[in-house]
């Protein structure tokens, strides 16, 4: 703030003392040119003096007679000659014309002739009155420019005798009157009645219009004004100097007390950058939980931290000057403990760090580990020993655990019947594996490429790695895959769980769990024979069913057959018809009969009993063969049935007749539960299409009663049965059939009313 | 008054017409229908003859369309025709009313034995139903006084008691009973009381 003051005030000043230097210099050329006018007035009005007294001499010899007409023109002329300012001189009559005329230059004015300007006569008339010369007012002359006269009266007592006259030219006067140095510094303008310029001496040089003079020009007085404006002088180096001076010196000043406030501020910087620091260093030693203990050369103890004095136990005071032994070494060990110390001061620093056992002030003893580092002085001269003492006890404690949890983890993984290992994402080297692993891949497995080590049992890395190797730390543990699949070396069969896990290291790493399954994947496959087994009844007891129904469909073309072969007969017996009525009869009877042949080959080609046969299906076959089966039923039941199959589905792998008779089961358990529907809503709904890209979904819904969520899970276990005369074995095989075909069979609640059945069969890759 | 027809309704086309074949074979007049719906939409109570409705049909079935009728006042006998394993709908059906069923395939015989069985019954409830309204229509052309003078007839009084209950002379009895007699068309008393029940029940 004050050098900003200070700067602020040091140029004001130098501003006022520059404008004051100025405002002298213009008051003193203002004086000098008021000297120099008054000078020139002084001179221009001797000379005007000059001129009257001569004319007075020539008008009072003329009043006394004396002047002849000779002398008149004789001393005019010497006059002239010798006053080049003057143009001519006349004697004028009282009858105003003139009687002698004397002219500098060639004669314009011939004697006798009469007053040219009109202000020559003014000024005459002037003159009766008075006993004294007057001036004209300018006027322009043809000859020699603006110009004036003088006229001096020539009386003889009181007689008006006529007058003296001279002409002045305004240029004249201001080239011959005027001195030459005059000329050289001022400009000099004359100016008449009303302003109008006269004449000005040449313009020589820019004038300088703060220097300007003006005062009346009397005699001749009539308005004419004198004008003087100095030119501008070349500015002197000599007269700019002192300015210039204080110019380059104010800067001067300026940039050193501005470098010295920057000098300041940097030092008020460092100042609080330092104190901060000191701050922060203090902190840090006061936090620190490492114990600093400073010797000398000789061994004395020239500083302890607040860490070491809560370490060791003892109040600084009693550390700081203390010589060994120091009172914490620790009684027992007391000659190592010198050793130590001669071997330091021998600058002899082990690079690890000694470790030693100290004692603490009430008794207890502590393992430490100390590390010396030498201490230079500002001179970097060495000035003695900086121990860091570390409490290493804890340390002792924890790594011991750690190592007994570690060995507990051993025991327990080593212990699993699943092999675990555990593989790094960048290079998939093992890192851990556990004893059931090794059983299977070799003791040597650690460090070497888990793809190569696992070549016999593991999936395909492509599925999972890509994304694990993305994952950040926090995102662990994170299940990535999971497999079964069969192992090529010893047969067995494994389910493989890929998790991302973070490792002891922090880094992601993969770790695989696979456990044993064989014994529950021949489990799986012995029910499945079961099932299959049981699915063979199911489907007989099915055919039982429909064999009712298929009785009641067969009536109808049987009984059409039937009739229009009796209405044959009678109309024979009765010799009473026309050939092509018989005719058209007995072609809809054998109509009939193909009707009732489809319907028994429907029946055949259902009960054609075969093994499973997986193979390339297409859905929409299934449907329209189990729709064909199923309409009689349907029909029966005032069921409506719509079929929606999305285009381009492609084929599933499935075995067709075990298909068929999932969604036979399904159609017809849909057709039994919309019993209790009101006949216009009977409506069963079949719908085929992709679920992803690797499986097709059927759903069958109907309006029927639906299905409690409680009872929904029991629909599929055996035995469980809504209706009254069911077996409890429909659903059940349904799902078996699915699971077998590794799809999924479930039931929602239809929006609406009703239930959907779903089922899921992989799409054919073959 | 239409002539009388077996009406069929079947949704089964061939069915239908089969049976239309097989009756008029035995020289019966056949009328067919798809549905029960089609049947209602042409029904009126001038229907004679006889209906023969398959029992399982989609949209109405064969007891819906009995149970229309029925509220319909519709006399016209019914047969059901029924297949394997609905003999107790057929059952239901009976008690509601029906004439008869029967079980597909059926012998052409049975099924001709059962329609005219059910038309003559139709002929018979007509005859019936016609000599009714004939009564009725002699009943209507009676005078407030002969009515009086029938009804106790009917409930047995003398015309004594006749002549004391209504405050009439026996005289004018007799005149009365002898114009009622003629305008009912009976012969003697025990006829003219059998109308008048007939006319009532």
């Known amino acids: 703030m004050m050098p900003n003051a200070a700067v602020g005030v040091f140029i004001v000043s130098m501003i006022v003392l520059v404008w004051l230097l100025q405002t002298r210099e213009f008051d003193q050329q203002m004086a000098a040119l008021a000297r120099d006018v008054q000078w020139a007035e002084q001179t221009l009005r001797l000379h005007l003096q000059g001129d009257r007294e001569f004319l007075q001499e020539l008008a009072h010899e003329a009043s006394d007679g004396q002047l002849a007409s000779a002398r008149f023109k004789d001393r005019s002329a010497q006059y002239l000659a010798i006053n080049p300012h003057l143009s001519r001189i006349d004697w004028i009559d009282a009858d105003k014309s003139i009687r002698e005329a004397v002219t500098a230059a060639s004669a314009v004015h011939e004697a006798g002739g009469p007053l040219a300007h009109p202000e020559q006569l003014e000024g005459f008339l002037a003159l009766h009155g008075l006993d004294r010369p007057v001036y004209t007012k300018a006027y322009s002359s043809s000859h020699f420019g603006p110009s004036f006269e003088i006229l001096v009266p020539v009386r003889r007592g009181p007689d008006f005798m006529g007058a003296m006259v001279a002409e002045y030219t305004v240029s004249g006067i201001l080239g011959y009157l005027v001195p030459a140095w005059f000329s050289e510094k001022y400009h000099l303008a004359l100016s008449g009645e009303g302003g109008q310029l006269l004449a000005q001496n040449a313009v020589a040089h820019p004038r300088n219009e703060d220097l300007d003079y003006s005062l009346d020009f009397d005699p001749p007085g009539n308005g004419v004004q004198m004008h003087v404006t100095a030119y501008r002088t070349d500015t002197s180096f000599a007269k700019e100097l002192p300015i210039l001076l204080i110019a380059g010196l104010s800067l001067l000043v300026v940039w050193s007390l501005w470098s010295l406030r920057n000098n300041l501020a940097r030092r008020i910087r460092a100042e609080d950058a330092l104190r901060a620091e000191s701050h922060f260093r203090k902190a840090m030693e006061e936090s620190m939980p490492t114990g600093m203990c400073a010797i000398d050369m000789h061994g004395h103890i020239t500083y302890v931290n607040a860490a070491f004095c809560n370490m060791v136990g003892y109040a600084p005071q009693e550390l700081i000057g203390a010589a060994a032994p120091y009172p914490y070494w620790s009684p027992e060990d007391q000659a190592q403990h010198a050793r130590t110390l001669q071997r330091t001061l021998a600058g002899e620093v082990p690079r690890g760090g000694i470790e030693s056992r100290l004692r603490r002030k009430s008794g207890g003893l502590f393992d430490a580990r100390i590390y010396e580092a030498p201490l230079v002085d500002a001179s970097g001269r060495q000035a003695g020993w900086m121990a860091s003492v570390h409490d290493i006890t804890e340390q002792r404690r924890a790594r011991a655990e750690l190592e007994a949890s570690h060995q507990r983890f051993m025991t327990v993984l080593d212990g699993l019947d699943a092999a675990i290992y555990v593989a790094s994402l960048d290079a998939d080297e093992i890192l851990f594996a556990n004893k059931a692993f090794k059983n299977i891949y070799g003791y040597d497995a650690v460090g070497r490429n888990c793809w190569q080590v696992t070549s016999a049992c593991h999936p395909d890395p492509a599925r999972f790695i890509a994304a694990a190797r993305q994952l950040a730390p926090h995102q662990t543990p994170l299940e990535l895959h999971e497999a079964e699949l069969q192992n090529g070396l010893n047969g067995h069969w494994y389910q493989l769980r890929e998790r991302a896990i973070q490792w002891v290291d922090g880094r992601v790493v993969r770790m695989e769990i696979a456990t044993d399954i064989t014994d529950r994947m021949k489990m799986q496959e012995l029910n499945s024979q079961q099932l299959e087994r049981l699915q063979q009844t199911s489907r007989l007891i099915t055919m039982g069913e429909m064999a009712s129904s298929l009785a009641h469909e067969l009536n109808q073309p049987l009984s059409a057959i039937a009739n229009y072969n009796m209405g044959c007969v009678n109309r024979l017996q009765a010799k009473d018809f026309r050939p092509e009525e018989l005719l058209a009869a007995m072609q809809k009877a054998s109509v009939q009969a193909e009707r009732a042949g489809k319907i028994i080959r429907r029946v055949r080609d259902f009960v054609k009993k075969s093994e499973p046969n997986r193979g390339p299906v297409q859905i929409a076959e299934i449907i329209e063969e189990v729709i064909g089966f199923a309409e009689i039923e349907a029909r029966k039941a005032g069921v409506r049935v719509s079929i929606s199959i999305s285009p381009e589905l492609p084929a599933a792998f499935a075995d067709k007749l075990m298909i068929e008779q999932v969604v036979l089961n399904l159609v017809k358990n849909g057709i039994e539960a919309m019993h209790d529907t009101p006949r216009k809503a009977r409506e069963l709904a079949i719908r085929a299409r992709a679920n992803g890209k690797d499986f097709i979904e059927v759903n069958v819904a109907d309006r029927g009663h639906g299905v409690l969520v409680e009872t929904a899970e029991k629909l599929f276990t055996p035995f469980y049965t809504t209706k009254p005369e069911g077996m409890g074995m429909g659903l059940n095989i349904c799902r078996s059939i699915i699971e077998f075909h590794h799809g999924r069979l479930w039931t929602v609640a239809n929006p609406g009313g009703g239930s959907v059945f779903s089922f899921t069969l992989p799409v054919n890759s073959l | ?201």
């Open chain 2, 1 to 201: 008054m239409t002539e009388p027809k077996v009406h069929i309704v079947d949704d089964d086309e061939a069915m239908r017409d089969s049976l239309k074949w097989l009756l008029e074979s035995h020289g019966l007049e056949v009328e067919l229908y798809a549905s029960g719906d089609a049947f209602l939409a042409a029904f009126n109570s001038n229907f004679r003859g006889c209906l023969v409705l398959d029992v399982r049909m989609p949209g109405m079935n064969g007891l819906d369309l009995h149970s229309q009728l029925q509220a319909r006042h519709s006399t016209l006998p019914v047969i059901f025709i029924t297949g394997h394993g609905d003999v107790p709908m057929a059952v239901s059906a009976l008690k509601k009313g029906a004439v008869d069923f029967i079980e597909k395939p059926f012998n052409d015989l049975d099924m001709l034995r059962l329609i005219q069985s059910c038309l003559s019954q139709d002929s018979a409830a007509a005859a019936a139903r016609a000599e009714s309204e004939s009564v009725a229509q002699r009943l209507q052309r009676l005078t407030q006084r002969e009515r009086e003078v029938l009804a106790l007839i009917v409930a047995g009084k003398l015309n004594k008691q006749i002549a004391d209950e209504l405050g009439i002379s026996i005289k004018t009895v007799e005149v009365h009973r002898s114009r009622v007699m003629e305008k009912m068309g009976a012969n003697s008393v025990a006829e003219l009381v059998q109308l008048a029940l007939r006319s009532h029940g």
